[in-house]
């Protein structure tokens, strides 16, 4: 598998994993194995795949303008080989789907309310997911932190 771009959102310290938004939803396609595809086009043009509406993503797929993102491949790579994907991926998807929900609900509202609610559901879906990678929540003081758990 060829290498992934240098301005990948799975190439550290790329400009494409800097913003939260970009870095967030491609932690999300990667746990919850949903295709994350790559911002140039099968000719190597450069796309803003944010002006892609959602009803004309499938039509650009089909049509092979959209390709998938070789970071993510890479990825996905790695996680499989851990055994990752091979308990209940539906449920893995289902909440990174529900991730992904949440964060768009985020960065659009300016309503605090539901900004919260976003945020929360956010940061529940991402301990579920590390959780189920092998990854425990530690902390203590409001703040928390997830470390690697040992296996028993």
């Known amino acids: 598998m060829s290498e992934p771009c240098a301005g990948c959102a799975f190439t550290e310290g790329s400009e494409a994993n800097l913003g939260p938004h970009n ?3 491609a932690q999300l ?3 919850g194995a949903i295709p994350f595809y790559c ?3 099968r000719e190597g ?4 795949l944010r002006d892609i509406r959602p009803e004309d993503r499938r039509r650009e797929i089909q049509a092979g303008r959209l390709v998938s993102c ?3 491949k890479r990825e996905v790579s790695v996680l499989s080989a ?3 994907y091979g308990r209940a991926l539906d449920l893995k998807r289902a909440f990174a ?3 992904i929900g949440a964060l768009l609900t985020f960065t659009s509202t300016e309503d605090a309310a539901r900004k919260r609610k976003a ?3 956010l940061r529940d879906v991402i301990i579920a997911l590390n959780r189920s990678r092998g990854y425990a929540e530690v902390g203590g003081g409001g703040e928390a932190e997830t470390v690697r758990a040992e296996a028993p």
């Open 82 to 84: 851990t055994g990752y």
């Open 39 to 41: 911002h140039h086009g």
């Open 119 to 121: 945020a929360k559901t």
């Open 70 to 72: 070789r970071g993510w």
């Open 97 to 99: 789907q529900l991730g």
């Open 29 to 31: 396609c990667l746990l």
């Open 23 to 25: 870095n967030l939803r």
């Open 45 to 48: 043009e450069l796309r803003d």
